[in-house]
Nanobody
Framework: QVQLVESGGGLVQAGGSLRLSCAAS????????MGWFRQAPGKQRDFVAA????????YYADSVKGRFTISRDNAKNTVYLQMNSLKPEDTAVYYC????????????????????WGQGTQVTVSS
């Protein structure tokens, strides 16, 4: 069992930056792939970024590629999402998630493959 708690959300102007953190408690964090998803009002939850258990592989949605960076510190049981050059369309609730036994890049982008989810943190980007 893994518990996930996101932090770092807030209000920022367009062009600004935020760093989200997701702290995990429970056993086996370093065995899990970690992902970030987001849900804007009235829309479905979408994949943002993911990272393999070792940190050796990362994946990004096209909409954030080059602006967002996912990383993890297994010693601290924490995954991060550095968000730069933020746009109003990045406004959403951001969720982190953990999943195991991923095979191939498509698995990391599939919401249903993640077993554990945080409660989400709001990110609002003003124009």
């Amino acid at each position: 069992q893994v518990q996930l708690v996101e932090s770092g959300g807030g209000l920022v102007q367009a062009g600004g930056s935020l760093r989200l953190s997701c702290a995990a408690s429970g056993r086996g964090f370093s065995n899990y792939a970690m992902g970030w998803f987001r849900q804007a009002p009235g829309k479905q939850r979408d994949f943002v970024a993911a990272i393999s258990w070792s940190g050796g592989n990362t994946y990004y949605a096209d909409s954030v590629k080059g602006r967002f960076t996912i990383s993890r510190d297994n010693a601290k049981n924490t995954v991060y999402l550095q968000m730069n050059s933020l746009k109003p369309e990045d406004t959403a609730v951001y969720y982190c998630a953990a999943g195991a036994n991923f095979y191939g890049s498509s698995w990391y982008q599939a919401e249903f493959r993640y077993d554990y989810w945080g409660q989400g943190t709001q990110v609002t980007v003003s124009s």
